[in-house]
Nanobody, 116 residues
């Protein structure tokens, strides 16, 4: 059973920073990708960033230049969020998928609230 545990959410003013952490029960070599999604009230869950074993990261264009994804010790995933905007307010979820893409794993989510 794969477990993903997020932490680091909170409330900040616009322009502020937060760093989210996700600790996985397995290392990234056991997954196709690990990453972050977010879901704002009344909206669908959307992709934010992902990373593969070896460290190459992909960041959605809406947050590129402000958010950065990284991984440490093979199982601790980070999302550094700078220059936060009110529209970044959402529940952020850690995600991992199996090597064949047949299984998706999700964390419990962590709330990020950005005030104007």
């Amino acid at each position: 059973q794969v477990q993903l545990v997020e932490s680091g959410g909170g409330s900040v003013e616009a322009g502020g920073s937060l760093k989210l952490t996700c600790v996985a029960s397995r290392t990234i070599e056991n997954f196709a990708t690990m990453g972050w999604y977010r879901q704002a009230p009344g909206k669908q869950r959307e992709f934010v960033a992902s990373i593969i074993s070896g460290g190459r990261g992909l960041v959605d264009e809406d947050v590129r230049g402000r958010f950065a994804i990284s991984i440490e010790n093979g199982n601790t995933l980070y999302l550094q969020m700078d220059s936060l905007k009110p529209e970044d307010t959402a529940v952020y979820y850690c995600h991992a998928d199996s090597p064949l893409g047949t299984k998706n794993y999700w964390g419990q989510g962590t709330q990020v609230t950005v005030s104007a």
